[in-house]
């Protein structure tokens, strides 16, 4: 793969947040009397705000949103166990040694993307999408449309790093390229990634003489 500019997802792709995302989801789950699995099947790689109008139909857009705060802070203030991944620092790292421009593209709100980067030590990206910054979230294109436009790159030009499966389908329709990172088996058009890796750690990166980008996985 050849490339000019990277674009990661955030929580499950540079961070692992995991833990936290599913204690502050699966609580909230109890309070209202829904199942921890049917939630867990449903909120990865969406913004809280989608998942939330989903399990609360009926409800009104002011009583979503005030549990939409409330979770953000929860989210935001709950930064216990949060870690940065496998490979994730050294692959940034050498990014910014070779002047490659990368960006963060979460669908999770600045409160809550700020206070999981913050936590885990990683570098500052060339620009930082969050759910504030575009109307209609994760699988839509619009988040990695923007971050390709933010860094000055086509689409096609930029690499998606995903692990969810809503993500993978907004890179895709984007027209940018994606690497699945520890994606689930299931995921729906896994088969048209440029690779899937367990791990970032199996990601190369390197530039060659004449400036070209070169993304390979380690053998």
């Not at 802070?73 to 166990?81: H, K, N, S």
């Not at 995921?187 to 070209?212: F, K």
Request: charged fraction near 25%; proline fraction near 5%.
């Amino acid at each position: 793969m050849k490339c000019k500019g990277f674009l990661f997802d955030l929580d499950g792709t540079l961070v692992d947040s995991l833990t936290v995302v599913e204690r502050a989801w699966s609580n909230w789950g109890r309070r209202r009397g829904i199942e921890t699995e049917e939630i867990l099947a449903f909120i990865h790689g969406k913004q809280a705000i989608t998942s939330l109008r989903h399990f609360m139909q009926g409800a009104s857009a002011e009583e979503v949103q005030q549990e939409f705060l409330a979770l953000e802070r929860l989210e935001a203030e709950d930064t216990d166990g949060i870690v940065a991944l496998p490979g994730a620092l050294s692959l940034l790292a050498t990014l910014d040694e070779l002047e490659i421009p990368w960006a963060i593209v979460t669908s999770g709100s600045v409160p809550v993307a700020s206070a999981r980067h913050g936590a885990t030590g990683l570098p500052e990206p060339h620009a930082f999408v969050t759910a504030e910054r575009v109307e209609r979230g994760k699988p839509e294109p619009d988040a990695y449309l923007l971050g390709a436009h933010l860094l000055g790159l086509e689409p096609e030009e930029c690499v998606v790093v995903e692990d969810a499966a809503a993500g993978i389908l907004s890179g895709l329709a984007a027209g940018c390229h994606v690497v699945a990172v520890n994606a689930p088996a299931d995921a729906p058009r896994l088969n048209e990634v440029d690779m899937a890796l367990t791990s970032l750690e199996e990601l190369i990166v390197h530039r060659d003489p004449d400036g070209t980008v070169n993304v390979h996985r380690k053998h």
